[in-house]
């Protein structure tokens, strides 16, 4: 930041400075507030918000939050969290929440004898896809197509998990793909649910994109997530969920699946809470070009 600071040709008169995570570059704030008077925002979702998430500590927090002018959490969960915890910056901290582009209605063909599911996740401790897995063998006679996307050092034990499934139980690991081969398959298929089971989130931008397409959504209730979900729209399950309510959200949301209404109104939540066009444009006025 120093460097930067000493040789750089822009032209610094009017800009914003804005932090997009509050970690990594975010630690130079201290010494670009010693260098300049211009406007700092700093963006904070789950990894570099919550700290029990990182063993209890996060540095340089107080610097940090001194130096900056706007703390925008992407949750109201998150803005309570940090309020709580840094009370003599809480009148800096907001809500600015992220948001997915529109990509169109989902295809709506629904299956009376299959359901399919997505996921979508890296295959890494905190989201638990084989829980997930573990959970879809045990199954006693629901029918699902389940498709994964994403990648990571838990797929030896989910394919573990799949090589057990009953017949009535298919998976597709479709391993890392670029999001716009995501985005094709919601448009592209009838999709019942998107399920997320992680153990802790910021709020999921992956469950924001399948609520574009008024896909009905069984998560756990974790960091911001319920924020962006309608009730009658999804599942929420407790964060140590038991197979018997595991089960009982896969036959709720297959009703859920088949109701155009419902799922029209998925949508349309999506729209007030998790639009990008919306959000961005709001977030642009009223936080990097608005009042101090």
């Keep these: 930041m120093r460097d930067w600071l ?23 704030i201290e010494e670009l507030r010693s260098k300049t008077n211009n406007r700092i925002v700093v963006r904070l ?16 927090r107080e610097q940090v939050f001194a130096g900056a002018d706007k703390l925008c959490s992407v949750s109201e969960a998150g803005r309570r969290y940090l ?26 063909a629904p299956d009376d004898a299959r359901l399919t599911i997505v996921s979508c996740a890296n295959l890494v401790q905190l989201k638990r896809i084989p829980l997930l897995a573990e959970m879809l063998s045990g199954l006693p006679k629901r029918s699902i197509d389940w498709h994964h996307f994403g990648d990571g050092a838990d797929r030896h034990n989910v394919e573990q998990h799949v090589a057990g499934f009953a017949p009535h139980v298919r998976a597709t690991l479709h391993g890392q793909r670029a999001n716009a081969e995501v985005i094709d398959f919601f448009r592209t298929h009838h999709v019942d649910a998107f399920i997320s089971v992680s153990e802790t989130e910021g709020v999921p ?22 924020e962006i979900l309608t009730q009658e729209g999804a599942v929420l399950l407790p964060p140590q969920f038991s197979r018997t309510e595991f089960e009982a959200a896969i036959e709720s949301v297959a009703v859920m699946s088949k109701d155009r209404e419902l799922r029209n109104n998925i949508r349309d939540h999506w729209r007030q809470v998790a639009h990008a066009e919306t959000n961005y444009e709001a977030f642009v006025r009223d936080v990097l070009l608005g009042s101090p």
């Design 83 to 108: 309020a709580e915890r840094y009370p003599a910056h809480a009148a800096k901290m907001m809500v600015s929440r992220l948001g997915t582009n529109d990509h169109g209605e989902g295809h709506f």
């Design 205 to 226: 931008v992956s469950i924001m994109e399948a609520t574009s397409f008024g896909i009905p959504v069984i998560a756990t209730d974790v960091g911001g997530t319920a």
């Design 45 to 60: 979702h789950g990894y570099d918000l919550f700290e029990d998430r990182n063993a209890g500590y996060i540095p340089l």
């Design 6 to 28: 000493a040789t750089t040709d822009t032209k610094l008169d009017d800009a914003v400075f804005y932090f997009y995570w509050g970690r990594g570059p975010a630690y130079g």
